[in-house]
């Protein structure tokens, strides 16, 4: 692990993750009368500067869906896929090269649903860096970090009612602009959900 870094509490991060899973209401009944599409994310934290940070991309602007937003690396299931930590390494591998010799997997947060119907699993993990990229163009167009204390400040993010094209509508965080980038929905939904999780003691 990255020496410039505090060293994370492995062990008790993970408990609070199991903790966490087995407390959260099981997501398939809300889904119910639907067709049920399973994801996973890669969420890595990755010291820069002496300071943790979540590692995150932006979406390619030639993409269908959710194009030119801010996620984190990962996608939907495939049968090669015995478990989403596979989808997820799979997917961090082919959308920005990250090889998962340097993706130190911690444990899963509890599930998400988004308004696409899908059940995405938010895989933590601990990741060295800096390591070469190879971003895949078609989905990727920016890797950037942002630091935990930032993300953690109350000033930095609002919940904002926001209404989808698809008819959805309901309250939403927004963060502030970092480095000309906009973490919202989904995202942000998962990046304060973790950090509250963590609670402060486990970044520097």
Not at 9 to 15: A, G, P, Q, S
Not at 65 to 91: C, W, Y
Not at 138 to 158: A, C, Q, Y
Not at 166 to 191: C, H, M, P, Q, R
């Amino acid at each position: 692990m990255n020496q410039e870094c505090c060293s994370l509490d492995i062990k008790n991060i993970r408990v609070l993750l199991e903790n966490q899973r087995k407390s959260s209401e099981p997501l398939d009944n809300q889904l119910k009368n639907k067709l049920i599409k399973k994801a996973a994310i890669l969420i890595p934290f990755v010291c820069v500067n002496g300071c943790w940070n979540l590692l995150f991309t932006r979406r390619s602007d030639t993409l269908k869906n959710h194009r030119g937003q801010v996620s984190f690396p990962g996608g939907g299931m495939e049968k090669i896929d015995k478990t989403p930590e596979e989808t997820a390494l799979r997917e961090a591998y082919e959308e920005i090269g990250l090889k998962k010799s340097g993706i130190h997997i911690i444990g899963n947060m509890p599930d998400f649903i988004t308004i696409s119907d899908y059940i995405v699993t938010p895989i933590v993990s601990w990741v060295d860096w800096p390591v070469p990229l190879e971003l895949s163009k078609n989905e990727v167009s920016r890797v950037f970090t942002i630091p935990i204390v930032w993300l953690r400040d109350k000033n930095n993010w609002e919940e904002r009612i926001y209404s989808h094209p698809s008819g959805w509508y309901g309250s939403v965080i927004f963060y502030n602009l970092y480095d000309g980038e906009l973490l919202w929905g989904i995202s942000a939904k998962i990046t304060l959900e973790l950090l509250n999780i963590l609670g402060e003691q486990f970044y520097s």
